[in-house]
């Protein structure tokens, strides 16, 4: 039976233990819901990144978590399961910062979410284990307190925040005016978000084209956004206008030559994004021999001028589609693979 214990992730009272129907962990947490952990997300979790990866799991669940009541399951292949939100190891560990500069921005985003307010006081527990998360920190013990000394002093530096204050729990202190300002700085930019938007027709036949574009953008270190596996309670013109906006590029597959699929890559060329374009070269081969109005499942001629990503098999695919966003768009670090 579960007991009463801490939350892997936050580190707060929660109900953990045994998954029923699965091997792995259970976890029902107020602050990041209920999530049950497969055999492989703990193992990961247990293991040698397993630091890092609680840090991308608490920031995960802090800045991305759905409002739409399901439960979470963690799991290292993606899989089919309405009853859950999908999310692999791959995608939470894509969210570790890049440099120190990302590395202090996503720092201040989890301040802020843990002092919600202008003036609220913000407290970094002086225990081991119950800080390096917030502050991205990859070991317990050794060097951590040393790098939570020099981050918070760097953060001061940039009147990010304010001079620390003596507490028995830990040093306190509050977001500063710079830091409230770099805050909205990150929200226009869309900075969390760090994912690319998928614009296709939607059928049977085409879901192994789905999952090799899925899976090209998050082996490059990206989150795969599309709209059949969105969870949403608005109409879905503005929903969807909205996940573009938040995208960094969209991959737009012309395959059956959707009308849709083509407001949506507009959309977001005006918005200055990357569009990369793909398209079954077996089709295109099939309809070469016809008149241009007679080809209805060929793109249109007039995307004829722009780049595209002609695949004869799904692997061919995925294989195009990683090597074109490392050029356009650039890859993000992936731990997984390292």
Not at 236 to 259: C, H, K
Not at 277 to 289: C, G, R, S
Not at 315 to 323: F, G, V
Request: glycine share 6%; aromatic share 10%; hydrophobic share 35%.
């Amino acid at each position: 039976m579960p007991d009463e214990q801490k939350c892997l992730i936050c580190g707060n009272d929660a109900i953990v233990g045994p998954a029923q129907k699965d091997f792995g962990k259970y976890i029902f947490c107020k602050r990041c819901g209920e999530i049950t952990f497969e055999l492989e997300a703990e193992n990961y979790l247990d293991g040698e990144n397993g630091i890092k990866f609680r840090a991308c799991l608490y920031y995960y669940f802090t800045h991305y978590k759905k409002d739409n009541k399901k439960k979470y399951k963690i799991v290292e292949d993606a899989i089919e399961d309405d009853r859950y939100n999908i999310v692999t190891i791959q995608e939470i560990m894509n969210l570790w910062p890049r440099n120190l500069s990302e590395r202090i921005d996503m720092i201040l985003q989890n301040f802020a979410a843990i002092g919600d307010y202008v003036g609220a006081k913000i407290c970094i527990p002086i225990d081991i284990g119950r800080f390096e998360h917030i502050l991205f920190i990859d070991t317990i013990g050794g060097t951590s307190p040393k790098q939570r000394k020099t981050i918070l002093n760097m953060m001061t530096i940039q009147n990010l925040i304010g001079d620390e204050k003596a507490s028995p729990d830990g040093p306190t202190f509050v977001i500063d005016y710079k830091g409230w300002q770099r805050i909205d700085e990150l929200n226009k930019l869309n900075a969390k978000h760090n994912q690319g938007f998928i614009a296709m027709r939607f059928s049977d036949d085409l879901k192994p084209v789905k999952d090799a574009i899925i899976s090209a953008i998050n082996d490059a270190g990206y989150h795969a956004q599309i709209m059949d596996n969105l969870e949403h309670n608005g109409q879905i013109v503005p929903e969807m206008l909205y996940q573009i906006r938040m995208s960094d590029f969209l991959v737009a597959d012309l395959t059956g030559n959707r009308g849709g699929v083509y407001f949506e890559a507009g959309y977001a060329l005006a918005l200055n994004k990357e569009v990369i374009l793909t398209v079954n070269k077996n089709i295109l081969d099939a309809e070469n021999h016809l008149p241009e109005k007679e080809k209805n499942n060929s793109p249109h001629f007039d995307v004829a001028q722009y780049k595209q990503i002609r695949y004869d098999s799904p692997d061919d695919l995925k294989n195009q589609l990683y090597k074109r966003i490392e050029a356009t768009v650039g890859l993000r670090n992936n731990i997984t693979n390292k």
